[in-house]
C-alpha cells in the first residue's frame, strides 16, 4: 500500500508467444497453495502459471489449445475455466490438460443448456458456477452436475432496463446468493438479489463509467 509505481509480475515482454510473454490477458487468480498467479492468456488460447517468487522470468503452460477467458478455483483447488470459443466452462485439477464440462457445452445459442461467449466466472462453495453469458445478455447459474442452467440475471435481450443487461463481464457472488455484475455496455455495476427479477444499479449509469468490465 502507498507505492506510486507498479512492479512487473508476469509478461512485460510485448505482445507474443514465448513463455516469458503474454498476448491481451483477460483474467487471472492467485493460487496461494504454489505461490502463483494463474493467467488466462486469452490471445494466445492457454492458461499459464507464474511464480511469484523474486527472479522468475517466465511463465509455464498449465493448459493450451483453450479460449481461456475467466477463472476461478474452489476450496478444493479445482480450477474452472470458460472457453468463450467452444461456449463452455470446464473443470480441472491442476495438471489436468482435458477437464470435466460444467456449464454449457452444447454449441453457440440462447437455450438454457447453452452459453454464448461465456466470460467471467465465479465459483461459490458448493460448487455452484455462475457464468457471465457475454452474448445472451444474461447472467446463469448452473447447479453441481446441471445438464443445464437457470437465469439468474438479465436474460431479457440486450438493452438497458433493469430487467436486462447488455454484455455482462466482471462477476461475484455473496453469501446470500446476490449477484454483483459489470454490465458493460451499460457503463453500469448492477446487484441482483437471489431470486429478484430487476436488479439495482450500485454504480455508473449515468455516464460514469466506460465499459466496465
Not at 502507498?2 to 508476469?10: E, F, H, P, S, Y
Not at 491442476?94 to 452444447?106: E, Y
Not at 457475454?134 to 437465469?151: F, L, P, Q, S
Amino acid at each position: 500500500m502507498g507505492d506510486t509505481n507498479g512492479q512487473v509480475v508476469a509478461g512485460g515482454h510485448g505482445e507474443g508467444n514465448g513463455l516469458d510473454q503474454l498476448n491481451s490477458p483477460t483474467d487471472v487468480l492467485t493460487d496461494k497453495e504454489t505461490d502463483s498467479l494463474i493467467i488466462c492468456d486469452w490471445g494466445n488460447d492457454r492458461v499459464v502459471r507464474w511464480s511469484r517468487r523474486s527472479g522468475t522470468t517466465q511463465g509455464e503452460i498449465l493448459i493450451d489449445s483453450i479460449s481461456c477467458y475467466g477463472l476461478a478455483m474452489d476450496d478444493q483447488r479445482y480450477l474452472y475455466i470458460s472457453d468463450s470459443v467452444k461456449h463452455e466452462v470446464r473443470r480441472y485439477q491442476i495438471g489436468d490438460k482435458n477437464g470435466t464440462l460444467v456449464a454449457g457445452g452444447n454449441g453457440e445459442g440462447a437455450g438454457f443448456n447453452q452459453l454464448n461467449f461465456p466470460t467471467y466466472i465465479f465459483v461459490d462453495q458448493q460448487q455452484t458456477v455462475y457464468v457471465s453469458d457475454d452474448k445472451n445478455h444474461r447472467v446463469m447459474k448452473w447447479n453441481k452436475g446441471a445438464k443445464e442452467g437457470i437465469v439468474v440475471a438479465g436474460g431479457q435481450g440486450y438493452g438497458n432496463a433493469l430487467t436486462q443487461l447488455s454484455y455482462p463481464q466482471g462477476l461475484f457472488v455473496d453469501t446470500f446468493g446476490t449477484i454483483y455484475v459489470a454490465d458493460s455496455h451499460n457503463h453500469r455495476v448492477m446487484r441482483w438479489p437471489k431470486g429478484a427479477k430487476q436488479g439495482t444499479v450500485i454504480v455508473g449509469g449515468n455516464g460514469q463509467l466506460s465499459v466496465p468490465i
